[in-house]
């Protein structure tokens, strides 16, 4: 039983250290994603062209812009197990679905860390936000937690629309609904870590806790649904 | 062979009288007997239909969720559990709809604005756009096992996701608004007559709901049935094929 | 003798349409068997049914003991599959993708290698992406990583495609090797005479019926 088990995470092992080496041989989140995220940030401020708004409202800007890129990464994670038959390869295998989804999720989590980090970074610079120490330390579990439960949610709806073969608007119809609570939580916590409208760091851990409960549900739950909704 | 016109059965026929004449005197109650409320008018009057169609696509999701389950737990899966499962999320999605338009009526009349970020309000539009998202599932296509399948699935995922939603939207507004909008019934002083027009709203609902299931879940079958007869005749054409 | 695939008069579906419509089929083991028939007869429908990846619709099918109604799952990791896709990821390399197939199913470091050898694709090869390999060079990875699997049936969809004269030849050794430790062949080929003289049976399958 437990070879069983440490033989699932070896498989999520090498599956996520494939998903990264795949990125970092074709650098499409470098070249690619992550100019889009910050354009987008940008054609925000054009929008909002006001004095102060865009410092009030950045932290939902900035997740905004994190939805829109992590529904790019989905797609792209699931392109490069298509295009090749290489997703029913691994079925052919015997590999198990679970371990595959824990892989590829953990995969999806990193990335859209590192694109996180980035679009706080230039909401800083650009929005001119400040942060005190224990804002940066709240954002920082904030964009944690939050990875976590995009990470799971955004790998189990993307396999869905992946084994729907040429049906890949439908990703945005079944996820955005779902991780509504995602862009709730992680904007009040990050406007408790940005201080922004007067509010204060305390009042950011309540929502954390949201992200928390959001995370480990989808974790739990898309080990077991992944096999099932991608499998033919 | 039995002569079969439609879906009904005798039995369906006579539910099907019987939510009529419930819907009739509905109407009857609703804008001609009862009494105007002293605050809000005549306008009181769309809660009759508001508050059972909400209720009724609260049943129905929920018999989505237990059909789906029950389908994914079952020996054999039968796929009636799958019909009855896309049956319920079809009406349900009707009557949310049906909901969210009185719904909006009402606040118009009464708040003088068609939408707000009211946490019942945000959280039903999240309910109807997750069960457009589950129909659309319904279509991808594939035999009736992948699609059975898939559903099933993502009806419970639904069913898990959707208190979540709620429960956000929920503390979001309360953060972010003193004085959130009182639901409709805690303004009302209801009379007997309203009473007892808005309780006979809920049943004649539930009845055309149960009506529309049966006849829904009857329709889908003959799909089936005609794909499953298709596919017969598309094996015969195949095996001649080869033959000749 | 051994039967390894037995399936009697099985309809699989590729949507609504029937790509087996009741096929007939018994192989035992050490056979190299190669089937046969026009575009669209339905052979690699036959070979995905065989692998446990495209589920049964009517009749009875069974794969190293195992019901392919019921269980097919279970068939999976014992039988390796060769479709027209190579199933690589086309921005690893050479080596990056046998490394994750030896990985998934617990392969040491040295059956990597030998495979790569075996198909000749080591040295400069090994660290070429993919995407920039010719597609009989793909062929080789994809045959690759069917040797680190170790297989007890091997089903080949048109393996010969793309592969030069010496591949050919090394594909044919190597499939009359693995038969001799054991495993058993179904190919399905339009390279007729190479495949006759590889095959020790021949079945023709024709609108998805026969046999």
């Keep these: ?232 | 062979m039995a002569r079969q016109s439609g879906t009904g059965t005798s039995a369906t026929r006579r539910l099907g009288i019987l939510v009529i004449l419930m819907l009739a005197g509905l109407a009857l109650c609703g804008l001609w007997f009862s009494a105007e409320d002293v605050v809000q008018g005549s306008t009181v009057r769309i809660m009759y239909i508001h508050v059972p169609s909400i209720w009724t696509a609260y049943i129905a999701f929920g018999l989505t969720a237990v059909c789906s389950a029950v389908y994914l737990s079952g020996k054999n899966r039968s796929l009636a559990w799958d019909r009855f499962a896309g049956a319920a999320g079809e009406i349900g999605v009707l009557f949310v709809a049906v909901s969210l338009v009185t719904g909006s009526m009402w606040g118009r009349l009464t708040w003088g604005t068609y939408w707000v970020w009211d946490a019942r309000l945000t959280s039903t539009a999240f309910l109807f756009i997750t069960y457009v998202g589950y129909l659309a599932v319904r279509q991808l296509g594939g035999t009736h096992r992948q699609r059975a399948r898939r559903s099933s699935v993502l009806a419970l995922l639904a069913i898990l996701e959707i208190p979540l939603v709620h429960f956000s939207v929920t503390l979001w507004r309360s953060l972010h608004q003193e004085a959130s909008v009182a639901n409709p019934n805690a303004k009302v002083a209801l009379d007997g007559l309203m009473l007892f027009s808005l309780f006979l709203g809920l049943v004649a609902f539930t009845l055309l709901f149960v009506w529309l299931v049966l006849h829904r879940q009857r329709a889908m079958m003959l799909e089936d049935a005609f794909s499953d007869r298709g596919l017969d005749l598309a094996i015969t054409a195949r095996r001649n094929e080869a033959g000749a | 003798m051994d039967t390894v695939i037995e399936l009697s008069g099985v309809v699989a579906v590729l949507g609504q349409f029937p790509a087996l419509a009741g096929v007939d089929l018994t192989v035992q083991r050490g056979e190299i068997v190669l089937l046969q028939g026009p575009n669209g007869a339905g052979k690699t429908s036959l070979l995905r049914v065989c692998a446990g990846l495209m589920p049964i619709e009517r009749g009875t099918g069974h794969v190293l003991g195992i019901d392919l109604a019921t269980n097919r799952e279970a068939i999976r990791s014992r039988v390796g599959l060769l479709g027209h896709t190579n199933g690589l990821y086309l921005d690893l390399t050479v080596m990056q993708n046998l490394q994750f197939w030896a990985s998934t199913v617990a392969a040491t470091a040295s059956e990597v290698s030998t495979a790569m050898a075996t198909m000749r694709i080591d040295g400069r090869l090994a660290g070429v992406k993919a995407s920039q390999l010719s597609a009989g060079q793909r062929r080789r990875c994809a045959l690759a990583s069917l040797i680190v699997r170790r297989a007890e049936i091997w089903l080949l969809d048109e393996p010969h495609a793309g592969l030069d004269a010496a591949g050919r030849d090394e594909l044919d050794a190597l499939l009359r090797s693995a038969v001799g430790s054991g495993a058993t062949v179904v190919l399905a080929s339009h390279e007729r005479d190479r495949a006759l003289g590889l095959a020790t049976r021949t079945v023709t399958i024709d609108g998805g019926g026969a046999a």
Excluded: H
């Design chain 1, 1 to 232: 039983m437990s070879s069983t088990a440490i033989k699932k995470r070896g498989i999520a092992i090498a599956v996520a250290r494939k998903d990264l080496t795949i990125e970092w041989n074709s650098r499409i989140l470098v070249n690619q994603v992550a100019p889009f995220a910050a354009i987008v940030m940008v054609l925000f401020a054009f929008a909002l062209d006001n004095d102060g708004i865009l410092q009030r409202v950045a932290p939902g800007l900035v997740w905004l812009a994190t939805l829109f890129s992590m529904l790019v990464v989905i797609q792209r994670s699931f392109t490069v197990e298509s295009a090749d038959g290489a997703l029913d390869a691994l079925r052919v295998a015997g590999v198990d679905m679970g371990a595959i989804f824990v892989g590829k999720a953990i995969a999806l989590m990193v990335q859209l860390f590192v694109l996180e980090l980035l679009l706080v970074a230039t909401a800083v610079v650009l929005y001119g936000v400040e942060m005190t120490m224990a804002g940066f330390c709240e954002a920082i579990v904030t964009l944690v937690v939050a990875t976590v439960g995009l990470g799971s949610v955004g790998t189990l709806y993307g396999g869905l629309a992946a084994g729907a073969r040429g049906r890949e608007t439908l990703l945005p119809l079944l996820l955005l609904p779902v991780v509504a609570p995602v862009l709730i939580g992680a904007t009040r916590a990050t406007e408790a870590a940005f201080g922004s409208g007067g509010t204060t760091v305390s009042e950011g851990w309540p929502w954390i806790g949201l992200l928390l409960v959001f995370a480990v549900l989808f974790c739990a739950v898309g080990t077991v649904a992944f096999g099932p909704l991608v499998d033919e």
